[in-house]
């Protein structure tokens, strides 16, 4: 299954028997490609060592809430943002009433207020407790807001009792888990990507380029299949490993992206034009390298062709989304793009803020369409990439 492939899971363990069985866990997580970070709650550690999973996820175990040290490395909102999924199990009675009372008074309670990812639990009690009118309430409460809900399997309780309550199996939870990232929105539909910087070469040692590192481009390629698209990056040049069953076409220039996004569109439904394409390129490229000479020199650009505007003005036009990286007025000069380019959406990069945008793990957009516009909050370019595609799903016909 390759949906869990290079996601950021972060595994919250609260205090309940089953909690033994998150060694095993993290062990498929990672088996599957994820990279697993853990929380464990003060009951957790009465069951578990921190030591055990710090061990088997190869980090240290993030454990209080309020702990200097701990958030001078990854504090709760950076852990927050880094999950691509909050994955609860086993998840006791009482953190079910504490996460659907919004209670932030811990650690992993506080974390799955503040994280834009997808939040899933495997409750795991005795029988009595599960079927409790408080604990069924309590459940239908998170499910309606979104949470996922795994389990729990019935049978012979560690008390004695037979019923529901067990936690669902380590390999059932991963598979669930592995279902989320599975959308199947965009099953079948033909989605090209452009990714990365071009490079605009001035002799064969030096180019004009930008600071794009490919990565929200590689996550949307990534999120497109699990979206289930036959998908295909056009990619400048950036130091990422292609994400599985996408074909990934390298380019360099303006002009060599052109070429090969006109040639990919006879099979394109979707176009995304993530790249950071040079607007401008030397005038001419010399053939050696050129030597240092006065002072002062004069380059002359010329324009790059605008190669998303270009795809939009064909007549058979796949559903085209651009991207408007902005430092003032973003959402007014993104409409503005949209509009002149010919778009049907378009996702507004605040880049003025370092932290998000070029080269960063984060981002935060405001997805612009003709008749309306969505927020996607700050999170991590796996999260703002699949929230995208959802939004592409929604008005693509
Ligand atoms: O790669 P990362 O480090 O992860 O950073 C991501 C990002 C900041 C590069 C990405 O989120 C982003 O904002 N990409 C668009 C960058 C950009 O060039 O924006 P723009 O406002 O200059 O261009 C508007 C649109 O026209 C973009 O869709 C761009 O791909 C496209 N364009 C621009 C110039 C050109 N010659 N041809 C184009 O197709």
Redesign the pocket.
Known sequence: MAHLFNRNILLGVSGGIAAYKSAELVRELQERGAQVRVIMTRGAQEFITPLTLQALSGHPVHTELLDERAELGMGHIELARWADLLLIAPATADLVARLSTGRADDLLSTVALATAAPVMLAPAMNQQMWKDQATAANISTLAERGVHIVGPAAGLQACGDVGPGRMEAPSAIVDAAGNLFATGELAGKRIVI????TREALDPVRYISN???????YALAQAAVDAGAITTLVSGPVNLPAPRHTRVMDVHS?EEMLEQCLSLLPECDIFI???????YRPAATEDHKIKKGPEAVTLQLVR??????TVAAQAQKPFTV?????TNDVLAYARD?MQR?GLDMI?A?D?ADQSI????DE?A?TVLWPEGQQVLQRAN?STIARQILHLVAQHYR
């Open positions: 452009t990714a990365g910087p600071n794009s590192s490919g990565k929200m481009g303006a034009a993530c790249a950071a394409v040079a607007d790059t062709p605008d190669i998303v505007a651009g991207f408007a990286a902005e793009k380019k996702v990069n880049v945008g070029f080269n960063s981002n957009v370019k």
